[in-house]
């Protein structure tokens, strides 16, 4: 015979599951609320509390109070180890008192000032990994039988329950705390620095387009700081609570950047062993950033015009529609109107993503910005190294305001680490500094060369001012020309340059 499960039970699991979804404090209250008035009821107690422990002022305080005082009640304090619910408190164990008359623990103040007469009390701790926070007690019964053990196990599934709910509360808070101070460090970390007028009018039109879910394309060379512009769009708009998601289109091959943006099912192809989010996804209601958007493939642009269109999009291997509501922004240190000239990017895409266009100043056109970003950056890493002491020399920044950062601030930030690192840790000089040896050495052409020596020397000098500027990155350097690393590496043998 199927047995039904009775209404204790059914009310416990209730409260069990609710205490699983505390979300803010009014809820806490709410629910301990109900907690203590359910357990009231359920034990038909005449009165019932829940003490939490203050362990900055060593006391209990009354949080929740059930019975015909309890507006009374809530006013109190106790102090650790007075009375039931302080000894209970300090020792971490439930006690029972059939009589509280005969209990030398018994603290009767508050019974006498507020009139209730008390004869039996059943009292629990409340504990959260293993400490003591609180306790929970009842107060005779209703229909003046004695408060029994059973009543003190009744009493200690209740007190678990609130104890849980306090500790998701609590749980969560600090998580809040967190995330707000994470984004306050990143919003220090990823914050452009400058007072140039061009920068002042980059802030202005990214901060004018922030509120709407406008698509805008980001121009600007490479180091420029597209990506904190990106940043800022997100951080000063209507979905700055929301996801900011973030992907270098050149960083993956075709087929991995279509997973990556749209996820996959399982099974959609061998080794997809599960179901995986794609960034559109994980970018709802929020604002993705693609980075280096010339670089996707022509088949890759008209699924990510198809998504912009329609709004949906489909997983690799999947045949369900899932609908987002994502803002774009998209950027490329390359000529978009040259390449969909040319048709290596669609014209239809381009419009798009080109609602608004802001294009990021290069260095040499904000230069007056050059003496903040150089103390921003030195700031940082004193704090990271513990240099509270390192400075600029004055001839230093001197040198740093004649030099024109064709790696803009990108260059300008691995330049100050680099000579962070290699320095003698209390002053930055010169010689520090690797930017002067990054400058180009063409000497420019000559009377005399063929046309034929006059373009090989340039090439020669030209790969040579990119191999440095680039570390000796080949790749990098490749893309930065504009030509394929496999054609680089014959220039490179070809001009005998196979050691930068």
């Known amino acids: 015979m199927d047995t039904q499960p009775n209404n204790t039970e059914t009310s416990i699991e209730d409260l069990k599951e609710i205490t699983s979804t505390v979300s803010s404090p009014h809820e806490l209250d709410q629910l301990l609320e109900l907690t203590i008035e359910t357990a009231t009821r359920m034990m038909d107690a005449k009165a019932s509390s829940l003490l939490l422990v203050d362990p900055k002022k060593n006391k209990l305080y009354f949080k929740v109070a059930t019975g015909e005082k309890k507006k009374d009640v809530i006013k ?14 300090s020792k971490g164990d ?5 009589d509280v008359s005969k209990d030398p623990r018994w603290h009767k103040e508050i019974s006498e000032s507020i009139g209730f007469e008390t004869q039996s009390i059943a009292c629990v701790p409340m504990k959260l990994k293993g400490e003591t926070i609180g306790v929970v007690e ?26 849980v709910a306090i500790g998701n509360a609590r749980s969560l808070a600090s998580a809040k705390i967190e995330v707000n101070t994470l984004k306050k460090e990143l919003d220090l970390k990823y914050q452009l620095v400058g007072e ?18 406008t698509s805008t394309l980001i121009l600007g060379e490479s180091g420029t700081g597209k990506e904190l512009l990106a940043r800022l769009i997100h951080r000063a708009g209507n979905r700055k609570d929301k996801p900011l998601v973030i992907l270098n289109c050149a960083a993956l091959p075709e087929t991995l950047l279509e997973d990556e943006l749209f996820g996959h099912e399982k099974g959609a192809y061998t080794g997809a062993l599960g ?8 970018a ?18 008209a699924k990510l015009l198809r998504v912009l269109q329609e709004g949906v999009f489909y997983r690799v291997g999947g045949n369900e529609a899932i609908a987002v509501d994502v803002r774009v922004i998209s950027a490329t240190n390359r000529k978009v109107s040259e390449e969909v000239a040319e048709g290596r990017f669609r014209e239809d895409l381009y419009y798009r993503l080109n609602v608004v266009q802001i294009q990021m100043p290069p260095m040499r056109e904000r230069m007056e910005d050059i003496p903040l970003l150089a103390e921003f950056f030195i700031d940082k890493y004193r704090k990271e190294r513990g240099l509270m002491n390192l400075k600029l020399a004055k001839e230093t920044l001197d040198k740093m305001m004649q030099y024109d950062w064709p790696g803009n601030v990108r260059e300008l930030q691995n330049a100050l ?22 400058k180009p050495k063409y000497p420019g052409l000559q009377v005399g060369l063929t046309l034929e020596e006059a373009i090989n020397r340039f090439k020669r000098e030209f790969i040579i001012m990119n191999l440095n500027h680039t570390g000796g990155n080949r790749s990098k350097a490749a893309k930065m020309m504009q030509i394929q690393r496999t054609y680089l590496s014959r220039l490179i043998s070809k001009y005998s340059l196979k050691d930068i």
């Open 138 to 163: 009842i107060i005779d019964k209703a229909d003046g039988s004695a408060i029994q053990e059973d009543d003190i196990k009744m009493l200690m599934v209740f007190a678990e329950l609130a104890a």
């Open 284 to 301: 709802d209601q929020g604002t993705i950033f693609l980075d280096e958007i010339c670089e996707m493939s022509t088949n890759m642009q």
């Open 275 to 282: 179901k995986k989010i794609g960034k559109f996804e994980l």
């Open 94 to 98: 439930p006690l029972l008192i059939p």
């Open 76 to 89: 109190y304090e106790v102090e650790m180890g007075q009375g039931i619910a302080g000894y209970v408190a």
């Open 417 to 438: 680490e680099r000579a962070v690192v290699m320095g003698n840790s209390k002053e930055i000089k010169p010689e520090d500094l690797p930017i002067f040896d990054a």
């Open 196 to 213: 140039s007028q061009t920068l002042k009018k980059v802030v202005s039109d990214a901060i004018k387009v922030a509120n709407s879910k």
